[in-house]
């Protein structure tokens, strides 16, 4: 996955959207205000920070050497992952869909309800494990 791909597919989640509050070189993706994703570009190339649960976040990184403690965020609870080639596209997809619904699921209970109403349940959460709701 390359920066446009990931940018795309950010930004197909319910209500993503792009803001640039950091400057130019750092786009933000956000759920109702919330963040869920950064997205850049360092040295050619891209790199994402996403929400993890903190023990999944360890385990990425264990497994996958582009996956580094969050870069300026919480590093227990962020990662970020260099989009080298190294790891597969759906598992990329997976780890943007769990950052997505571990933000929508901190979202206060009338964001999260009309999210749920408007997009459903599987488009809001999609494979994220029904005891994190």
């Known amino acids: 996955m390359?920066?446009?791909q990931a940018r795309d597919y950010?930004?197909?989640?319910?209500?993503?959207a792009e803001d640039f509050?950091?400057?130019?070189?750092v786009a933000v993706m956000k759920v109702r205000r919330k963040m869920y994703a950064t997205l850049a570009m360092e040295q050619g190339c891209a790199?994402?920070?996403?929400?993890c649960d903190p023990d999944e976040a360890q385990m990425l990184r264990d497994?996958?050497?582009?996956?580094l403690p969050g870069y300026h965020?919480?590093?227990?609870h962020w990662n970020t992952v260099v989009l080298?080639?190294?790891?597969p596209d759906s598992e990329l997809e997976r780890m943007i869909d769990n950052s997505y619904a571990l933000v929508v699921s901190g979202l206060n209970r009338g964001d999260r309800q009309s999210l749920e109403v408007s997009y459903g349940r599987e488009s809001v959460y999609g494979s994220y494990s029904d005891k994190h709701r």
């Open 2 to 4: 390359n920066y446009q």
């Open 10 to 16: 950010l930004l197909s989640k319910p209500e993503g």
């Open 21 to 25: 509050p950091f400057g130019p070189d």
């Open 47 to 51: 790199r994402i920070n996403l929400k």
């Open 63 to 67: 497994i996958f050497s582009a996956v």
């Open 73 to 76: 965020m919480n590093k227990r």
């Open 84 to 87: 080298d080639g190294s790891i």
